[in-house]
């Protein structure tokens, strides 16, 4: 973030503020990251509550040294503000360094901008309170049912004194814990009971179950339990509260079924899922809010349809297919399905099973369906990432990684100058094939690999014979990896010869974007000899701090207006643009995308230096590879 902020200069002279020191002198922490998840700025504060030096962040993953279930939750969370564009907030444990943060993530266009504050004697407050209302939860009575809270971290139970009496036992004599609870269940019902309880811990639903007990005396009595999971500040399962009622007497299990009934529905009403069910026929019986707002219709308008008058053909018959499987194998039918939400198309994972009637028999069936988006695409990009780093790590143990160059010609004299080396990759298999950087480098970049590419292309460089000069692009993700960094120096350290014939291309956007990682490695390789060329000069056409800033030796043009020149006025102004620019700064200039003469005549005519393109030569392998 070294951008700095000009002002309107104001009657009593010059007004510039420095955004980067207003940036670094605020209390609370600030980190901004791109798509990819990578550091682009991260001032002094956020560096101390991440304990962090604030120059270790930049171009790296930014939550790669954090412990892993924060680092999961942050990742999700980051991804979806991006993809929604609406703001998220994290409060979480900072385990390592015992203590307790809030995230407030603020959604960009391409990028994401982090607050965060310690909030640890916040979250001790917050714990006592919990502990106080525990404390009155516990004392409090409800008639005919009994309390309990199961403590998950401590394998704690506790009882209130209606629950006692219910199972027959004197208040306290109940040994809280686990396995005491279970050793009253019935055999029989144990494995399903527990079963239940942790689907509630994992899904985070609700739970609503009979189960019979054991009594002291002898005397098995049926009960209605119900419950929910209790979660600490950072959204993990903290305990499972729940009554429980004695419906052993008919009457009384009516009436419990009747308020279960009651719950549930203002479950379902309030459930982020959607929840529908249907007769054998397909008919809609019932379907609650979350599935009115996803079609677009109030939920009472889907009664009586079919699926067939509301989804489009291949879901309907995708969901009646569900539908009958379920009522003939009578188990649950999961299944994945697209649909379009606020014009955008979201994932969801279906489970459908059948409702029985009072015999047993198939009656209807019951339709859930999830939003698994955010979690699909988090899961695709984590396979994308172990399949594109598998494919980098093997190419260069197998030697398929290939080095090819394309010349650079002087316009003064039509000989070649100097070859940029370009990297193409060579498939496995009998119909082997070379393929484009558009193919892997994108991936590469992405999921931090690129500096393995990188620094094997430098490597490549200096074993290359001849002293004519080499250019090697390099990845603003490399720039600003320290360790990629130093290896790219130790290289150059020992082959100074070579060293001093390299000469490194950075595109003006990562210049512009991380200037001061570009400086910092503009001056190590200077020492060493090597030189600094700024790529794709023109397309941001703004700003001229890095020209001031960076040791460079030459600006290349932008094949985007190099290959219209023939053709448009404006594009030959660019040019001609550059090239002045160029010589007020002493650089040399090297003019992308020449593609046929009359824009090489044209070239020379307003001063160029140098050019490479098609026309004057394509790309070749430097070794014999790839042929």
Known sequence: MSDRVEVEPSAGGDATVDLAAVLDGVPDGMIVIDAGGRCRYLNPAAGALLGRAPGELPGRPVWENLPDGLRLRLERAGDAALSSGRPGRIVAEHAR?????????????????????????????????????????????????GVWRWEISTGRVRWSDQLHRIYGLQPGEFAGTVEAFLAYVHPEDRDRIWANIARSIETMDPFVFEERITRPDGETRVLLSKGRVVTDAGGKPEALVG???????????????????????????????????????????????ES?????????????????????????????????????EGGSVSDELVLMRNGEPRRYMTSTFVLPD??????????????????????????????????????????RMLAYGQPIIDLSNGRQNATELLVRMRTTGENAEVLLPAHFLPDAERFGL???????????????????????????????????????????????????????????????????????????IARLGGRLALDDFGTGFGSFTYLRTLPLSCLKIDASFVQGMADSLDDRRVVKSIIGIAEQFDLATIAEGVENEVTLELLRELGADYAQGYHLGRPAPLTGEGR
């Open 292 to 328: 009115g707002r996803i079609l677009g219709m109030a939920a009472e308008e889907i009664i009586g349809k079919h699926c067939e008058d509301i989804f489009p053909r291949e879901i309907a018959e995708a969901q009646r297919a569900a539908d009958r499987r379920a009522a003939s």
């Open 97 to 145: 360094r015992r203590i307790w943060l809030e995230f407030r993530l603020l959604p960009g266009d391409a990028e994401l901008v982090i607050l965060l504050r310690d909030v640890t004697e916040e979250q001790r407050a917050h714990d006592e309170l919990v502990e106080h209302l525990d404390r009155n939860f516990e004392a409090e009575r409800i008639i005919g049912f």
């Open 358 to 399: 009072e015999d047993g028999f198939p009656l209807e069936t019951c339709t859930i369906a999830t939003d698994v988006t955010e979690r699909h695409d988090y899961e695709s990009s984590r396979r994308r990432r172990l399949e594109c780093a598998d494919e980098i790590a093997s190419a260069l143990d197998e030697h």
């Open 243 to 289: 009554v429980c009622h004695d419906v052993t007497d008919r009457a009384r299990v009516e009436h419990a079924l009747g308020a279960s009934d009651r719950r549930m529905r203002a479950i379902m009403e309030h459930s982020p899922s959607i929840i529908s069910v249907k007769d054998l026929s397909g008919r809609y019986l019932m379907s609650n809010a």
């Open 450 to 524: 690129i500096q393995l590419i990188d620094v094997w292309m430098v490597r490549q460089a200096t074993r290359l014979p001849g002293s004519a000069p080499l250019q090697i692009n390099l990845s603003a993700v490399t720039m600003c990896d320290t360790e990629a960094r130093d290896e790219i120096v130790a290289v150059l350290e020992a082959a100074p010869q070579s060293a001093r014939r390299i000469v490194f291309e950075i595109t003006e956007t990562a210049a512009t974007t991380y200037l001061e990682a570009a400086a910092a490695f503009a001056h190590e």
